[in-house]
């Protein structure tokens, strides 16, 4: 287990533990973690487990994909550090992540 | 359970299906008013019912009847095909839709212009003209005392704004509405090929006029877009707009009525989001839980094991999204309507790569009329004597909700 920290846009901060593999927005939803919907499930089809990487993490991610992009144009209160999370794998490497919800994802 | 007479044939059981899974339900019965929807459908999870049963009924299928395999079945497309998602099956030849028809990945490019049209983006967009219009329609009759909800509430709101999306006259949604209505629950009064005939007359010269001549709408905005670097045939550009049609004109309007049904005859439900409106966002996604009401078939891809069952290809399997909200494997007293519950996955909206693209739109829709009709109209009941009418088929919904309350 690797540990992802999710900041509410309360600013309330949420320890999560994830299993390596397992995509940022399914380990928050798994824990039905407000803030955070994955419509879709993580097929890249609805843009609503939308987050912001903190700044110190984003070198450290691969860069989005076109359908991600794509996808991403369609979210609200897009920012130069906004992803869809269910394309973020938990790793090793990322073992203690940080990423901030928006206000709303719709 | 089939209570009403057939209007598809019957098939024989074949030689895989054990005579221990086949029992007689027909999705287009239509049982007596007094039976309650998501009750009838919830019979499929009666003590001693497999997890997977055959019906002859509608050219024969499978029905999945767990919530687990349900959202499972929806979510992979690699073993569950999406080419039939009517029954029977042959009336999948004279009405072709996209994308819902399509598996990935030929799916991908028709989806990702609906997901463009519906986007959280636009749905926010949206929200002034969805509080203005719910509330002109709920003054529109607020002094009188009464109404009929689906007629003139239900069918009007996510209509109306569907319509102005894709730029049509709301004058022509009853003769859509009654085109939408032979797909999803057909009566015998249409063949599938006079149904489609409809869509086609209607619609075709609308989308060359909008071809010749593109304006901000959705439809227009598909006509614009790029199938793998072609553009959109006219036929591709015609299944696309009439799959679209059809689910913005049949799905908003029947949680509403389910939900309006409900909170007319609970009072302390109704009366917990009046005293306190935060307890509505939760209320929505309880309220989407304990109220789906499609029920699509998914075709076996490779003969197969799934949970047991030995699956042939070709095999229907009807996949009845009201099963997993009310699962009891899925969720405690699945009946009760809990404004606390914690809600996870499930299949009100489907799974996989064809979940409803408008599902944000229909919370959005769903959330702000409880806020402007509660605070308008915090009190009402059903009229006494009168029992509302719901109709059964791949989308169930309610078509006569007499409400009244003091003026």
Known sequence: MVKLIVIDAEGAEHVLDAEPGRSVMKAATDELLPGIMGECGGCLSCATCHGYVDEAWLSRLDPPGEEELDMLSCAVDVEPNSRLTCQIEMSEALDGLVIRLPAAQF | ?407
């Open chain 2, 1 to 407: 359970m089939a209570e009403t007479q057939l209007l598809f044939r019957k098939a024989e059981v074949p030689e895989h299906v054990p005579p221990e899974n086949v029992i007689d339900f027909d999705l287009f019965a239509q049982p007596s008013a007094d039976t309650d929807f998501f009750e009838y459908w919830k019979r499929l999870q009666a003590p001693g019912v497999p997890d997977f049963v055959w019906t002859p009924c509608n050219g024969g299928h499978w029905i999945a009847t767990r919530g687990e395999d349900i959202h499972t079945i929806y979510a992979d497309h690699d073993r569950f095909s999406s080419r039939n998602i009517l029954l029977p099956a042959e009336r999948n030849e004279a009405i072709r839709v996209l994308p819902t028809s399509l598996d990935p990945p030929e799916h991908r490019p028709f989806r990702s212009l609906i997901n463009h049209a519906l986007s959280p983006k636009v749905v926010r967009g949206l929200e002034p003209s969805i509080r203005e219009l719910t509330v002109s329609l709920i003054e529109g009759f607020r002094q009188r005392g009464h109404c009929e909800f689906a007629s003139e509430f239900a069918e009007l709101l996510p209509i109306s704004l569907f319509l102005k999306m894709v730029n049509l006259p709301v004058e022509d949604r009853l003769k859509l509405k009654a085109l939408s209505e032979q797909v999803n629950r057909p009566d015998g009064s249409m063949t599938p090929e006079e149904v489609n005939q409809g869509f086609y007359d209607y619609l075709m010269p609308v989308l060359l006029e909008r071809r010749a001549n593109p304006g901000d709408d959705i439809f227009s905005q598909f006509l614009a877009g790029s199938i793998d670097g072609r553009p959109m045939t006219d036929a591709e550009a015609f299944e696309l707009c009439m799959q679209v049609l059809i689910a913005g004109l049949d799905t908003v309007v029947s949680v509403l009525g389910f939900l309006m049904m409900f909170l007319a005859r609970n009072a302390e439900h109704r009366q917990l989001l009046v005293d306190d409106p935060a307890r509505i966002p939760p209320a929505v996604k309880e309220f989407l839980r304990r109220f789906p009401l499609v029920a699509i078939p998914r075709t076996v891809i490779h003969d197969m094991e799934f949970q047991g069952v030995r699956f042939k290809e070709g095999d229907l399997i009807l996949v009845p999204t009201m099963l997993h909200g009310l699962d009891d494997r899925a969720y405690q007293c699945p009946l009760e309507v809990d404004f606390e519950r914690r809600i996870g996955i499930h299949s009100t909206f489907g799974a996989g790569v064809h979940r409803c693209p408008g599902s944000l739109l229909a919370r959005a829709e769903l959330r702000i009329f409880l806020e402007e009709w509660l605070s308008r109209i915090p009190r009402f009941d059903i009229e006494p004597g009168r029992t509302p009418k719901v109709l059964y088929g791949i989308v169930g919904t309610v078509v006569d909700l007499p409400l009244v309350w003091q003026v």
